[in-house]
DNA sequence: CTTAAAAGTGAGTGTTTAATCACTTACTTT
DNA sequence: AAAGTAAGTGATTAAACACTCACTTTTAAG
C-alpha cells in the first residue's frame, strides 16, 4: 500500500549515467559484448580488461576512456538488465491478465513463459548479474533488496487478487512470497546457470506450473 | 539398480590426498578455518594468499608448504565437505526411515531437517563450495556431474518405495526428481546464500514440506 | 643428548593487472 | 582554414599477486 520510495543509489545513479551517453559507438558495443560473454563464462574476477581489450579489437584505453574503472564495465552491464526485468514488462503483462478475467494457472503459466523468454534472450547477462551478486557480498547487499522489493510489491498484488477469486489457498501473503521466490529462483537459477540450460521446453514449464498448483502428494492433507 | 562406478578424478584424487595427511598441526587448522572464512565472504578470486596468512598468524611460506597452490588449498576445503554431504548421513537416515513404515510426510520432513542442520553446521563451507561451483566453470563441469549422480541414485531409491506405498502422485521420476531438485536447491541457495540465513526456523521447514506436499492452488486439478 | 625429519619463516622473484597519460586521428562547428 | 571535441591508441607504471627458497625452529624417536 504505502510506496516506501526506496532511493537506491547505486542503481538510480547507474542508471542516469547510462542515460547520458545513449549513443554507443561500433566499439564500444563491441567491448560490452566481449565483456558479457567472458564475464558469464569465467566471471568479472578472472577476466582481464586487456583480454577483452584484445577479444574486441581495441586498445585497452579505450575500455577505460569509456568506463573509467572495470567495475563500472560490469555495473553497466548489469544495471540496465535489473532495471528491465521487473519494471517495464512484466506490469504490462501483469496489467494485461488482470483485466481479463484469467484463472491463476493461466496467469502462472503466462507469466513464467514470459520471463524464461526474457532470461533465455539475456542468458549471459542474467549469469553474469546472478554470479557476481552471489560472488560479492558488497554488490549483493546494495542490490539484492530492491530486487526482493520490485517482485514483491508486484507478486502481491497479484496474490490478493487471485486470492479473492478463490483461486490461491488461504495462506500468508509473506508465506506464499517466500515460497514462490524460492521455487522461481531456483528454477531460474538451476537450469541456466547450474545447468547452462539456453531455453526451457513448454514440457517443462508445464510440469512448474503443475507443481507450483497442486504439488505431488496423493492425499492434500 | 546398474551402480554406474563413476571414478571421479578430481573427488578421488583429492580425497586420497588428504586422507594422507591427516594429522593437522594447530597452524594448519588455522589456515583452513581462515580460508574458509575469508572465501565465503569474498569469494577465492578476491581472496589473497598472504592476507589468509596474515590473519592466521602464519607466514605465506607455510600455506604453500602444506597445500602446495592456493587452488589446491581451496580443494583441500570443498571436496571433504561434497564427499560428505550426499554419501556418509544421508545413507543412514534413508536406511533408518524406510525400515520403519514412515508416511512421505514424515520423511520428507526428517530428512530436510537433517540435511538443513547439516549445511547449518557447515554454513560458511557450503557457501564456498556453492559460489566456487558457480563461479568456475571447469569446476563445475568436474564436480556437478558427481553431485547429481550421487542424487539421483540416492532419491529415486526413496521415490520408487513411496510410490508404492501410494503416497506419491503416480508422475514419472525424473519429472519429480527434477522439481524435488530444483525447489530443494532453490531453498538452500535461497536461505543460505543469497538470505545468508545463519538457520531455518521449525516453521520454515513445516512450509516447506506442505508446499511440497500440496502446493498452494485451491482446486487440484 | 643427538639427530634427522618435519614445520615454519620471511625476504625475494617474476608476472599479471588495472589504470594512466601524452598523443594521434577524424569529424564537426565557426 | 582555424578551432574545438570526442574517440581511440599503446607504451608505461605502480601495485598486487602467487609462489620459491635458503634458512631457522620445533618435534620426537633412538
Chains 1, 2 share one sequence.
Do not use: W
Not at 85 to 105: Q, R, V
Not at 130 to 139: A, V
Not at 150 to 157: E, H, Q, T, W
Amino acid at each position: 500500500m504505502v510506496n516506501k520510495m526506496v532511493n537506491n543509489n547505486l542503481l538510480d545513479e547507474m542508471a542516469k549515467i547510462l542515460k547520458k551517453s545513449n549513443k554507443q559507438t561500433v566499439k564500444q558495443k563491441k567491448i560490452i559484448e566481449v565483456a558479457i560473454t567472458l564475464f558469464a563464462e569465467k566471471g568479472y574476477s578472472n577476466t582481464a580488461t586487456s583480454e577483452i581489450a584484445k577479444m574486441a579489437g581495441v586498445a585497452e584505453g579505450t575500455i577505460f576512456k569509456h568506463y573509467g574503472t572495470k567495475e563500472n564495465l560490469l555495473l553497466s552491464i548489469m544495471v540496465p538488465f535489473i532495471k528491465d526485468f521487473f519494471p517495464t514488462m512484466a506490469d504490462e503483462l501483469i496489467g494485461e491478465l488482470m483485466n481479463d478475467k484469467c484463472t491463476f494457472e493461466e496467469f502462472l503459466r503466462a507469466f513464467l513463459t514470459n520471463r524464461i523468454a526474457f532470461i533465455s534472450e539475456n542468458r549471459e547477462i542474467f549469469q553474469v548479474v546472478i554470479k557476481e551478486i552471489i560472488y560479492k557480498e558488497e554488490l549483493k547487499n546494495e542490490i539484492l533488496p530492491y530486487i526482493l522489493e520490485a517482485a514483491s510489491v508486484r507478486l502481491v498484488k497479484v496474490i490478493e487478487i487471485f486470492k479473492q477469486r478463490g483461486d490461491i489457498k488461504d495462506i500468508p501473503n509473506d508465506s506464499i512470497l517466500k515460497m514462490l521466490g524460492t521455487v522461481m529462483s531456483g528454477f531460474f537459477i538451476s537450469n541456466f546457470i547450474l545447468l547452462n540450460k539456453k531455453s526451457i521446453s513448454e514440457d517443462a514449464i508445464e510440469d512448474i506450473v503443475f507443481f507450483i498448483l497442486n504439488g505431488f502428494g496423493q492425499s492434500p492433507q
